[in-house]
Structure formats: structure tokens, C-alpha cells
């Protein structure tokens, strides 16, 4: 069975610092990977995806992501934190075969940015 | 992006009764899948709602519970029957969109508490 795991359920970082939210995953075969972000009373939004190419994928609001195929992760990044960042962030994996829509999520990483 | 507009946005409903959401979207989309998350938890997709046939329902989940409608291109309803406290979450709609459907986008959920 295909899945992601995000080891930690919350990160905290200061406003200005760089942030890391881990994602690894366990698939067969290539992997097709996303993040996106929740914030309060609203619906996911889609942050960036890895389907194929450059490992290093860049997305909205300056997030980018690593895939890493030797380690099975891939890390969500930002190079300078905002307090605008604070929210619930998921990383999905799309199941072999079934369509890029299809997604199996982690349990979801809360970052908080403080000022 | 595809604007997806969920309705009711919440609702409070008694136990025993049932609820239907409404899932519509600005622009016709092949795929739309609904999802469910449990408080505090990730999501989990329930089923694939097919046009001009029936829907296709995921592991524990199952027709009589979550009958589902998808009589166009861009609307589909979800219905929660014979609810039970175990039923409030946050109900989502998803539709397939940019470069070969590559991306899934959300609506704002519907967000339902039964007592």
C-alpha cells in the first residue's frame, strides 16, 4: 500500500528563520507527491507537486520541496519563515495507477511561526 | 483554477437524521472525489463520484451510508444518512485540474456536527 508519514505534528520556527516540514513515503513504483496547506476555516489549497524532472520543486508563496529518492522523503522548505506561514500543512501521495487526483494524505504537520 | 463552491458551509444536525451536500464547481471536470476529515485527523477519501454511473466507494465506506449523485459535469452531492456523533467532520469536495489533471483542488469543506 502506498502512503507518506510526517513524523512530526507540529514545528515551530521564528519569523525570518528557515523551515523544514519532513515528509517521507513508501511507494511502489514512481512516486507522484504533493503538499498543500490548511489554514483555519478554509479548504486545502495545493502548494506544489513532484511528478517527474528536477528534484527540487518549487510552489506557491515560496515554498519549495526535495525529492529525495534514496532517503524516500520529500522535505516541505522555506527559506524565510512568515507569521503568515502558520497553518496545517499535508503531504499526499497519489496511488499508483489511480489518477493524480487520488490521494492518500499524511497526518498533517501544524507549523507555528512566531514574530 | 477551478472555483469550487461547497454548500452548507456547516451544519448542526440531530442524530438519526441526514444531511446532503452540495459540491459545485465553475467549469466541467472529469474526476471529483469527496473526502472526510475526522477531527483532528487527515483526510480520507470516501469515494469517487462518476458521472452517469455509480459512485465508486473506497474501503469502509459504503453506499447506503454516503449515497452519492453526480448527474452533470459539475455538480455532484454527498449525503451523510442515518447520522451518529462518529459522522461530524469536515466533509471536502476535490476536482482534478491544471496540466493533465496533475493537481487536485478543494473546496472549503462542509463542516458538520451531529448531537
Known amino acids: 500500500a502506498q502512503s507518506v508519514a510526517q513524523p512530526e505534528d507540529q514545528v515551530n520556527v521564528a519569523e525570518g528563520n528557515p523551515l523544514t516540514v519532513k515528509c517521507t513515503y513508501s511507494v511502489s513504483g514512481n512516486p507522484y507527491l504533493f503538499w498543500y496547506v490548511q489554514y483555519p476555516n478554509r479548504g486545502l489549497q495545493f502548494l506544489l507537486k513532484y511528478i517527474t524532472g528536477d528534484n527540487l520543486v518549487k510552489g506557491s508563496y515560496g515554498f519549495e520541496a526535495e525529492f529525495n529518492k534514496s532517503q524516500t522523503s520529500f522535505h516541505l522548505k522555506k527559506p524565510s519563515a512568515l507569521v503568515s506561514d502558520s497553518a496545517l500543512y499535508f503531504c499526499?501521495?497519489?496511488?499508483?495507477?489511480?489518477?493524480?487526483?487520488?490521494?492518500?494524505f499524511g497526518t498533517g504537520t501544524r507549523l507555528l511561526v512566531s514574530p | 483554477s477551478a472555483v469550487i463552491s461547497q454548500k452548507p458551509s456547516r451544519d448542526i444536525c440531530q442524530r438519526g437524521t441526514s444531511l446532503t451536500i452540495q459540491c459545485q464547481v465553475d467549469?466541467?471536470?472529469?474526476?471529483m472525489f469527496w473526502y472526510r476529515q475526522q477531527p483532528g485527523q487527515s483526510l480520507t477519501l470516501i469515494a469517487t463520484a462518476n458521472q452517469g454511473s455509480e459512485a465508486t466507494y473506497e474501503s469502509g465506506f459504503v453506499i447506503d451510508k454516503f449515497p452519492i449523485s453526480r448527474p452533470n459535469l459539475t455538480f455532484s452531492t454527498l449525503t451523510v444518512s442515518n447520522m451518529s456523533p462518529e459522522d461530524s467532520s469536515i466533509y471536502l469536495c476535490?476536482?482534478?485540474?491544471?496540466?493533465?489533471?496533475?493537481?487536485?483542488?478543494f473546496g472549503q469543506g462542509t463542516r458538520l456536527t451531529v448531537v
Open positions: 499526499a501521495v497519489s496511488p499508483l495507477g489511480t489518477g493524480f487526483q487520488k490521494l492518500v
Open positions: 476535490s476536482v482534478g485540474q491544471g496540466p493533465r489533471n496533475t493537481e487536485a483542488f
Open positions: 467549469s466541467q471536470v472529469t474526476m
